[in-house]
């Protein structure tokens, strides 16, 4: 009689492989990036800083506690105090990570990991791209058996505009949160993916990312993923232009953030933005004006601006666009990084092309154009290309007296007309800004 084979499950039977991200950088020695972006004696700290975290996470745990001298820890405290600011932040973060000099009182890989990645977030707030990024690489080699910091990485990696290398660590987010059984990161390692596809402009990809996570979300109970994946099949459906299903995603996402997510501001600067483009400029720029109040980072506040001095500029509104188009660039002389310049230039450059200024529209676009082509910005190289030759045409025709193309005038409600549901999410979206305190 044969005998019957037990069935194994398929899931148990192949081993969940944990690929590698991708660590090496440009440079020609280990943390020459950050040397080269703070060009001071911090920056000579944190060069400090992410050397001891490469020796001490390279180095098996059981002999770490002969890895330095030990009056390090006091010689690093003494050169940190002289370098900061007693009341920084930085300081504390630099404190800890210093400990990793200390043998008996050395941090655990969680806790370093957490310091790496708070610097990390604060370089970034200085406009320190590389610098976060050499940050959030230690973070994640600090605790490599952690989703959260590869994902952060791959994060980090996709706002410089560096696609492979964020790939190469979404997918290891990926990997390690499935076998951790961590489905708050697996969910957003599929939507960090997704966003990498959306940036190529391979919109099928994200949605089949982007449903996967939310089927995450609801088969493990993890709500805090919902209105991310929910967020993000509105931005596919606005960019495809369908209107109804845009807007079904829009209230659904509302809904699942609640009137006081921090995201929210987010959900209502692309709301407005569909809004925009479909020349509902009155609604579009009250909804841009209640989002710039809880939006401090200069990247985001720049797009925020731009798309404040488009809609005003199809309002026909000369002096709002002039305004907002003088804090825009303000804010790109004053950053080193490019994160959303393109974004922000297409913006203005639409703008100039309602009020008719050539000059500014193929400035903005051209601009627009170099920073994309730079950062491999498929979507934004192909809109400023289409807008710097509109650009050159408009100044021509001026040149020869020709008749300039008409300008489609904004939508505006008729009189005496019911709200609409678009109306309705628009009223709610505004009052919920105005409760939500000011970061």
Same mark, same amino acid.
């Given at each position: 009689? %044969? %005998?019957?084979?037990?069935?194994?499950?398929?899931?148990?039977?192949?081993?969940?492989?944990?690929?590698?991200?991708?660590?090496?950088?440009? /440079?020609?020695?280990?943390?020459?990036?950050?040397?080269?972006?703070?060009?001071?004696?911090?920056?000579?700290?944190?060069?400090?800083?992410?050397?001891?975290?490469?020796?001490?996470?390279? =180095?098996?745990?059981? !002999?770490?506690?002969?890895?330095?001298?030990?009056?390090?820890?006091?010689?690093?405290?003494?050169?940190?105090?002289?370098?900061?600011?007693?009341?920084?932040?930085?300081? =504390?973060?630099?404190?800890?990570?210093?400990?990793?000099?200390?043998?008996?009182? +050395?941090?655990?890989?969680?806790?370093?990991?957490?310091?790496?990645?708070?610097?990390?977030?604060?370089?970034?707030?200085?406009?320190?791209?590389?610098?976060?990024?050499?940050?959030?690489?230690?973070?994640?080699?600090?605790?490599?058996? @952690?989703?959260?910091?590869?994902?952060?990485?791959?994060?980090?990696?996709?706002? &410089? +505009?560096?696609?492979?290398?964020?790939?190469?660590?979404?997918?290891?987010?990926?990997?390690?949160?499935?076998?951790?059984?961590?489905?708050?990161?697996?969910?957003?390692?599929?939507? &960090?993916? *997704?966003?990498?596809?959306?940036?190529?402009?391979?919109?099928?990809?994200?949605?089949?990312?982007?449903?996967?996570?939310?089927?995450?979300?609801?088969?493990?109970?993890?709500?805090?993923?919902?209105?991310? *994946?929910?967020?993000?099949?509105?931005?596919?459906?606005?960019?495809?232009?369908?209107?109804?299903?845009?807007?079904?995603?829009?209230?659904?996402?509302?809904?699942?953030?609640?009137?006081?997510?921090?995201?929210?501001?987010?959900?209502?600067?692309?709301?407005?933005?569909?809004?925009?483009?479909?020349?509902?400029?009155?609604?579009?720029?009250?909804?841009?004006?209640?989002?710039?109040?809880? !939006?401090?980072?200069?990247?985001?506040?720049?797009?925020?601006?731009?798309?404040?001095?488009?809609?005003?500029?199809?309002? &026909?509104?000369?002096?709002?666009?002039?305004?907002?188009? %003088?804090?825009?660039?303000?804010?790109?002389?004053?950053?080193?990084?490019?994160?959303?310049?393109?974004?922000?230039?297409?913006?203005?450059?639409?703008? *100039?092309?309602?009020?008719?200024?050539?000059?500014?529209?193929?400035?903005?676009?051209?601009?627009?154009?170099?920073?994309? =082509?730079?950062?491999?910005? +498929?979507?934004?190289?192909?809109?400023?290309?289409?807008?710097?030759?509109?650009?050159?045409? @408009? %100044?021509?025709?001026?040149?020869?007296?020709?008749?300039?193309?008409?300008?489609?005038?904004?939508?505006?409600?008729?009189? &005496?007309? /019911?709200?609409?549901?678009?109306?309705?999410?628009?009223?709610?979206?505004?009052?919920?800004?105005?409760?939500?305190?000011?970061?």
């Amino acid at each position: 009689m %044969k %005998k019957r084979r037990s069935k194994r499950s398929h899931r148990n039977s192949r081993p969940w492989v944990i690929p590698p991200g991708l660590l090496m950088m440009d /440079e020609p020695f280990e943390g020459f990036l950050v040397l080269d972006e703070v060009h001071s004696e911090l920056g000579v700290l944190l060069w400090q800083c992410l050397r001891d975290v490469d020796l001490w996470a390279g =180095t098996p745990a059981e !002999v770490r506690r002969d890895l330095f001298n030990p009056n390090a820890i006091e010689l690093r405290l003494e050169r940190i105090a002289e370098e900061t600011d007693p009341e920084s932040s930085v300081r =504390t973060m630099l404190d800890l990570m210093a400990r990793v000099l200390d043998a008996p009182g +050395a941090p655990r890989p969680a806790e370093l990991s957490e310091a790496c990645e708070s610097l990390s977030r604060w370089a970034s707030d200085q406009g320190w791209p590389r610098t976060a990024l050499a940050f959030a690489q230690r973070s994640a080699l600090a605790a490599p058996e @952690l989703a959260g910091p590869a994902y952060l990485v791959g994060m980090v990696a996709r706002r &410089g +505009a560096d696609y492979r290398r964020a790939e190469t660590w979404f997918r290891r987010a990926l990997a390690l949160a499935r076998r951790n059984r961590d489905w708050k990161y697996y969910g957003l390692a599929h939507l &960090g993916l *997704a966003n990498l596809h959306m940036q190529r402009g391979d919109a099928p990809s994200a949605r089949a990312r982007l449903l996967r996570a939310l089927r995450a979300a609801r088969r493990y109970g993890v709500w805090s993923v919902r209105p991310f *994946a929910l967020h993000d099949l509105f931005c596919i459906a606005a960019n495809g232009g369908d209107r109804d299903q845009a807007e079904m995603y829009a209230r659904a996402a509302f809904r699942s953030y609640g009137r006081r997510h921090p995201r929210l501001p987010a959900l209502a600067h692309d709301v407005a933005w569909f809004w925009m483009l479909q020349r509902h400029y009155g609604r579009a720029l009250e909804m841009f004006r209640a989002v710039l109040r809880h !939006v401090p980072r200069p990247p985001e506040r720049m797009v925020v601006l731009a798309n404040i001095a488009r809609s005003a500029a199809g309002l &026909g509104d000369a002096e709002g666009y002039e305004a907002a188009w %003088k804090e825009v660039w303000r804010i790109v002389e004053n950053r080193a990084d490019t994160e959303r310049v393109a974004e922000a230039m297409i913006s203005l450059a639409h703008g *100039a092309y309602s009020l008719r200024e050539g000059t500014r529209m193929e400035m903005s676009a051209s601009l627009a154009l170099r920073v994309a =082509t730079r950062r491999h910005e +498929a979507q934004e190289r192909l809109a400023a290309e289409d807008l710097l030759n509109r650009a050159r045409n @408009l %100044k021509a025709r001026r040149r020869r007296g020709a008749a300039l193309p008409p300008i489609p005038p904004p939508v505006e409600p008729e009189p &005496g007309a /019911e709200p609409t549901s678009a109306d309705q999410l628009h009223d709610d979206l505004v009052e919920a800004l105005l409760e939500v305190p000011l970061p």
